[in-house]
C-alpha cells in the first residue's frame, strides 16, 4: 500500500500515544495497582504497534510488541510493578520517540539500537509468574472462545476482571460480552479485527479479547473472536459500531451480571470447562444479531487498501468524534493561512472606514458598521481556532522532572495548574525552552538535597510548582520552589568574579536588581558544569525568548523560603490593539497593553536628573525618551506642546515624546523578515488602511 499519504497522521498520533504512554507510566509509579492505568498504557502501546506495521516500521513495531508482552503480564498479575521495570518502559518510550523522530527526518527508523531493550523486555516475560498470578483463571486459548457462545450466558472471568466490572457498576456502567463473527469472504481478518477494536474503543474500555489481541494480529482465529468490555452505552449502539465495518457477518452482545450465581453452561460440540467461583453469569436475553448488508462483489479486492491505514490505529485521524462533539485536525500551515486572510480582511476594512470618512458616504459607513460587526466576530473564532491549552507544553516536564530528580538524588513533587489556560499557537511552539531552563534552575540550584532540607525543619520533598493563568490580554506562567532562595550577596560577588560588574556597581544594586543579574548572558552560580546546569546560558535563554514573544521576565526570591520565575505573555502574537503616533512624517505603533496613559507637557515641565531627561508624574519620576534621538532623525522645530505616551515593560515605565497622537487602531502584526532582524528596537510592522507601513515599537527593548 502507498504510505506517504498517511505519514503526517502517523506522526502526530505517534507523538500523542507516546505522550500518553509517559503520562501513564509516571501515573503507574506512583499507583502500581491502578489495572485501569495499566489497561490505558497497554492500550497505547498496542495502537503504536499496530499503526508502526500497518507503515512498515518493523523495528517499531518489534520493540512495541516486546513492551506489550510485559504490560500484559503485569495486567495479569504475572509480573509486579517495580523500579526496574518502570525505568526498562521509560528507555523504552525515549527509543522510540527517537526512532519517530528519525522517521520523520526521512532517516532510517533503526538507526538507534533497541537489541538491548528487546532482550531485556523479552527476559522479564519468560520470568516465573508469581504463584498468585498463577492461580487466577488463565485466559482462554488460541481459537478457543469463552464459554459464552450460543445461548448459554456464561463468561468465564478473572477476580480482577470481575472486581473491574463491579466498580465500573457503581458509576452506571456496566459489564458487556461481545461476539463478532466475520464473513466467509473476509480475506483480511486481522485487519477487520484491528477496526472492530478500534471502533470499540470509541465506546467502550475493552478488559480482555478471546483469542488475546496478538492472537487476534496474527490472525490465530477462525470466523469469530470474542471481546469482554465495560461500557455506558446501549448495547444496540455497540452492535451498530461493529456492523458499520465491512466484512463483519454478526455482531451478538450480552449483559455481564457479576452478582448472579454461575450457570451451567449449554452443551456444545466441543465440551465447555465447568464453571468456576469466579464465573459470572449473562441473565438477560441475548439481543438479536444484526444482519449484515450484502458485501459488494469489489469489498475483497478492496480490503488491503484502507483497514491498514494509520487512522484506523487511534480513530479517524482526520476528524475525530467523541462523546461530547465533534473536533477536525488541522493542518498548522491552513491556519497560518486564515489567519493572513484574516489581517488582510482587517486591513482593508480600515480602509473602507477611512474613505468613508473621507467622502462622508454614508450609506458605505452604515454597510461597514455591519461588516465590522461580522469581521470582529470573525476574528474571534480565527482566533479561539489558533489558541491552544497551555498542557500541550505542560504535559512533557512531568517527565522531565522524574529523571532529573533520579539523577540529582532528590525528592521533588511537581504540582501543575492552570494546564487549561490557552495560548496562541505561535506563543505556545516557543515557550517549551524557557519553560524548562527555568525547571532544570528550580530543580538544580532551587531545591536543596534532602538531609539539608531536613537540618532546615522543611519537609525532605521539595515543592516545584508550574502555574499557568490569564491576567488580562495576557498570560502569566509562573515557576515556583520552596528551596533556598537566590542570595543576592552571592549574585554579587560572583558578578564582580566574572567581570561583568564592578564591586561600586554592585554594592549599589538593591536586592531585586542585583537579583536579576542571573539573565545576563553568561552568568552562572553552579560550583561545576553538569548535564543539567552551570553553562550560564539557562536563564539568558529564558530572557531573551520571552522578550522575542513581547512577553517579560521577572523573578522574586527570598533566601531558605524560595523562588517566584514569572513570565507574562501575550494572548496572542497576530492582531492587537495598538496606539498609532506620528514622529515627523512617519507613523509607528504601541502596542496597548503596554501602554499606562497618553499625555501632553510642556518642555518646562521636563526636568534633568543626573544629565538623563524625565517628567513627574503624580508623584512618580519618570524617564523620558524622545523618538527624533532615538531613531535618529534630523530635528526640524521646537514644538510648543509635546505628546509622552508613558510604557511599561514589567516593573520599568517611560515616557515616549512623540509629535502626535493619531488614536488606536486594531493593526495586524507582520514579521520584518531576516533583513531587519538587526532592528531590536521593533518587534514587527503592519499595513495601514490607506496602504503605508507603519513599525511597531518593541516597548520592552527600548526600555532595557
Same mark, same amino acid.
Given at each position: 500500500?502507498?504510505?506517504?499519504?498517511?505519514?503526517?497522521?502517523?506522526?502526530?498520533?505517534?507523538?500523542?500515544?507516546?505522550?500518553?504512554? &509517559?503520562? /501513564?507510566? +509516571?501515573?503507574?509509579?506512583?499507583? =502500581?495497582?491502578?489495572? =485501569?492505568? $495499566?489497561?490505558?498504557?497497554?492500550?497505547?502501546?498496542?495502537? *503504536?504497534?499496530?499503526?508502526?506495521?500497518? @507503515?512498515?516500521?518493523?523495528?517499531?513495531?518489534?520493540?512495541?510488541?516486546?513492551?506489550?508482552?510485559? *504490560?500484559?503480564?503485569?495486567?495479569?498479575?504475572?509480573?509486579?510493578? =517495580?523500579?526496574?521495570?518502570?525505568?526498562?518502559?521509560?528507555?523504552?518510550?525515549?527509543?522510540?520517540?527517537?526512532?519517530? &523522530?528519525?522517521?520523520?527526518?526521512?532517516?532510517?527508523?533503526? $538507526?538507534?539500537?533497541?537489541?538491548?531493550?528487546?532482550?531485556?523486555?523479552?527476559? *522479564?516475560?519468560?520470568?516465573?509468574?508469581?504463584?498468585?498470578?498463577?492461580?487466577?483463571?488463565?485466559?482462554?486459548?488460541? /481459537?478457543?472462545?469463552?464459554?459464552?457462545?450460543?445461548?448459554?450466558?456464561? %463468561?468465564? +472471568?478473572?477476580?480482577?476482571?470481575?472486581?473491574?466490572?463491579?466498580?465500573?457498576?457503581?458509576?452506571?456502567?456496566?459489564?458487556?460480552? +461481545?461476539?463478532?463473527?466475520?464473513?466467509?469472504?473476509?480475506?483480511?481478518? #486481522?485487519?477487520?479485527s484491528y477496526m472492530v477494536m478500534n471502533a470499540l474503543e470509541e465506546l467502550s474500555e475493552v478488559i480482555r479479547t478471546i483469542p488475546p489481541a496478538e492472537e487476534l494480529e496474527q490472525e490465530k482465529f477462525e470466523r469469530s473472536f470474542e471481546?469482554?468490555?465495560?461500557?455506558?452505552?446501549?448495547?444496540?449502539?455497540?452492535?451498530?459500531?461493529?456492523?458499520?465495518?465491512?466484512?463483519?457477518?454478526?455482531?451478538?452482545?450480552?449483559?455481564?451480571?457479576?452478582?448472579?450465581?454461575?450457570?451451567?453452561?449449554?452443551?456444545?460440540?466441543?465440551?465447555?470447562?465447568?464453571?468456576?467461583?469466579?464465573?459470572?453469569?449473562?441473565?438477560?436475553?441475548?439481543t438479536a444479531p444484526t444482519p449484515a448488508p450484502a458485501p459488494k462483489p469489489q469489498a475483497a479486492a478492496n480490503a488491503p487498501a484502507k483497514p491498514a491505514a494509520p487512522a484506523a490505529a487511534g480513530g479517524a485521524a482526520a476528524q475525530k468524534k467523541s462523546h461530547a462533539g465533534q473536533s477536525v485536525r488541522v493542518d498548522i500551515e491552513k491556519l497560518d493561512t486564515l489567519m493572513n486572510l484574516m489581517g488582510e480582511l482587517v486591513i482593508n476594512k480600515v480602509r473602507l472606514e477611512q474613505i468613508g470618512q473621507t467622502h462622508r458616504l454614508s450609506e458605505l459607513t452604515e454597510t461597514l458598521e455591519q461588516m465590522d460587526r461580522v469581521t470582529t466576530d470573525l476574528q474571534n473564532i480565527v482566533m479561539k481556532v489558533r489558541m491552544v491549552p497551555v498542557s500541550q507544553v505542560f504535559n512533557r516536564f512531568p517527565r522531565m522532572v522524574r529523571d532529573v530528580t533520579k539523577e540529582l538524588n532528590k525528592e521533588i513533587n511537581l504540582t501543575i495548574e492552570g494546564e487549561d489556560t490557552e495560548l496562541d499557537r505561535t506563543v505556545i511552539d516557543e515557550i517549551g525552552d524557557p519553560i524548562m531552563h527555568l525547571l532544570r534552575n528550580s530543580l538544580d540550584h532551587g531545591i536543596e538535597m534532602p538531609d539539608e532540607r531536613e537540618a532546615k525543619g522543611k519537609p525532605r520533598v521539595g515543592e516545584v510548582g508550574l502555574i499557568a493563568r490569564h491576567e488580562g490580554n495576557n498570560v502569566v506562567i509562573m515557576v515556583t520552589d520552596d528551596g533556598k532562595g537566590i542570595d543576592a550577596d552571592v549574585i554579587r560577588r560572583k558578578a564582580v568574579e566574572k567581570g561583568l560588574f564592578t564591586q561600586e556597581e554592585v554594592d549599589s544594586m538593591d536586592n531585586a536588581d542585583a537579583v536579576r543579574i542571573v539573565f545576563?548572558? /553568561?552568568?552562572?552560580?553552579?560550583?561545576?558544569?553538569?548535564?543539567?546546569?552551570?553553562? /550560564?546560558?539557562?536563564?539568558?535563554?529564558?530572557?531573551?525568548?520571552?522578550?522575542?514573544? #513581547?512577553?517579560?521576565?521577572?523573578?522574586?526570591?527570598?533566601?531558605?523560603?524560595?523562588?517566584?520565575?514569572?513570565?507574562?505573555?501575550?494572548?496572542?502574537?497576530?492582531?492587537?490593539?495598538?496606539? $498609532?503616533?506620528?514622529?515627523?512624517?512617519? @507613523?509607528?505603533?504601541?502596542?496597548?497593553?503596554?501602554?499606562?496613559?497618553?499625555? =501632553?507637557?510642556?518642555?518646562?515641565?521636563?526636568?534633568?536628573?543626573? !544629565? !538623563?531627561?524625565?517628567?513627574? $508624574?503624580?508623584?512618580?519620576?519618570?524617564?523620558?525618551?524622545?523618538?527624533?534621538?532615538?531613531?535618529?532623525?534630523?530635528?526640524?522645530?521646537?514644538?510648543?506642546?509635546?505628546?509622552?505616551?508613558? %510604557?511599561?515593560?514589567?516593573d520599568s515605565k517611560a515616557g515616549i515624546v512623540v509629535d502626535k497622537l493619531i488614536g488606536q487602531q486594531e493593526i495586524v502584526i507582520k514579521t520584518l523578515g531576516n533583513l531587519f532582524m538587526g532592528l531590536k528596537m521593533f518587534s514587527g510592522a503592519t499595513v495601514l488602511g490607506d496602504g503605508r507601513v507603519a513599525l511597531i515599537l518593541d516597548v520592552a527593548t527600548m526600555l532595557n
Open positions: 500500500m502507498e504510505t506517504n499519504q498517511y505519514m503526517d497522521m502517523f506522526l502526530d498520533e505517534s507523538h500523542e500515544h507516546l505522550q500518553s504512554l &509517559n503520562d /501513564g507510566l +509516571l501515573g503507574l509509579e506512583d499507583n =502500581s495497582g491502578d489495572l =485501569s492505568i $495499566l489497561n490505558e498504557i497497554f492500550r497505547n502501546a498496542h495502537t *503504536l504497534k499496530g499503526m508502526s506495521a500497518t @507503515m512498515g516500521y518493523n523495528k517499531i513495531a518489534e520493540l512495541t510488541h516486546e513492551m506489550e508482552d510485559v *504490560l500484559d503480564m503485569l495486567r495479569k498479575e504475572q509480573l509486579a510493578v =517495580s523500579g526496574d521495570i518502570i525505568d526498562t518502559l521509560f528507555k523504552c518510550i525515549d527509543s522510540l520517540e527517537q526512532m519517530i &523522530n528519525n522517521v520523520a527526518n526521512g532517516d532510517p527508523e533503526d $538507526l538507534i539500537d533497541v537489541s538491548d531493550l528487546v532482550a531485556k523486555l523479552s527476559a *522479564l516475560t519468560k520470568g516465573t509468574p508469581p504463584p498468585a498470578a498463577a492461580a487466577s483463571t488463565p485466559a482462554p486459548a488460541a /481459537g478457543q472462545p469463552a464459554p459464552a457462545a450460543g445461548g448459554s450466558g456464561v %463468561v468465564e +472471568l478473572s477476580d480482577t476482571e470481575k472486581s473491574v466490572i463491579s466498580e465500573a457498576e457503581k458509576t452506571g456502567m456496566r459489564g458487556v460480552y +461481545l461476539k463478532v463473527t466475520l464473513a466467509e469472504s473476509c480475506l483480511l481478518k #486481522s485487519a477487520r471481546v469482554i468490555l465495560i461500557t455506558g452505552s446501549e448495547e444496540q449502539a455497540i452492535q451498530d459500531a461493529v456492523m458499520g465495518i465491512s466484512e463483519i457477518e454478526k455482531a451478538e452482545t450480552k449483559i455481564i451480571d457479576t452478582s448472579a450465581p454461575a450457570a451451567t453452561p449449554a452443551p456444545a460440540p466441543a465440551p465447555a470447562p465447568a464453571p468456576s467461583a469466579s464465573t459470572a453469569a449473562a441473565t438477560a436475553p441475548a545576563l548572558p /553568561g552568568f552562572s552560580t553552579a560550583e561545576k558544569i553538569s548535564d543539567i546546569s552551570g553553562r /550560564g546560558v539557562g536563564m539568558d535563554v529564558v530572557k531573551s525568548k520571552i522578550e522575542s514573544l #513581547s512577553g517579560h521576565v521577572d523573578v522574586e526570591t527570598h533566601v531558605d523560603e524560595g523562588s517566584v520565575f514569572k513570565i507574562k505573555l501575550p494572548l496572542t502574537l497576530a492582531i492587537i490593539q495598538a496606539m $498609532l503616533v506620528q514622529v515627523q512624517n512617519e @507613523m509607528y505603533a504601541i502596542p496597548l497593553a503596554s501602554i499606562d496613559s497618553t499625555l =501632553s507637557v510642556q518642555p518646562t515641565d521636563i526636568r534633568t536628573v543626573q !544629565n !538623563n531627561e524625565v517628567i513627574v $508624574l503624580r508623584g512618580e519620576i519618570i524617564p523620558i525618551i524622545r523618538m527624533e534621538e532615538t531613531l535618529m532623525v534630523p530635528h526640524v522645530r521646537d514644538a510648543q506642546e509635546l505628546f509622552v505616551v508613558v %510604557v511599561h515593560a514589567g
